[in-house]
């Protein structure tokens, strides 16, 4: 007997899998990343409301460790989301659906370039472990 039942959105993500998907879903996640980033940028920044010192209270709180990490993060959810809606506006304004799988090729490369090359620079602990002082 035959099952109606769909497969589950792993499943037939796995079945079906293509690069335009995978794109789809990094711009979905990183679009939400940087809305939560909005919220807690507006509260940190809320607290210069409070004066001086509450502001430098919180901001020594990011520069730590787990502050830098997800710094870089951010980074690489603002160059994915930049690069992929560049990309995206460019095959549906300028009619380059043809070359859709060049162009989420590029948006990888480039958003993999910087972020390689900046990877020492938000998080200064790497350079230890490679040897750097």
Do not use: C
């Not at 809305?35 to 940028?41: E, F, K, R, S, T």
Request: glycine share 10%.
């Amino acid at each position: 007997m035959m099952s109606n039942r769909k497969p589950g959105f792993l499943k037939e993500w796995m079945l079906n899998f293509n690069w335009g998907m995978l794109a789809f879903v990094f711009h979905r996640i990183t679009g939400l990343a940087l809305v939560l980033y909005i919220v807690l940028h507006i509260y940190s920044v809320g607290h210069s409301l409070g004066g001086g010192d509450s502001f430098n209270q919180m901001m020594e709180g990011y520069n730590t460790p787990l502050g830098h990490v997800l710094e870089y993060f951010l980074l690489l959810a603002v160059l994915w989301h930049m690069f992929n809606g560049i990309r995206i506006t460019v095959t549906d304004f300028l009619r380059f659906s043809h070359k859709q799988k060049v162009l989420i090729l590029w948006v990888f490369i480039l958003s993999g370039i910087i972020a390689l090359a900046s990877l020492f620079r938000f998080i200064p602990g790497l350079k230890i472990l490679f040897g750097g002082s």
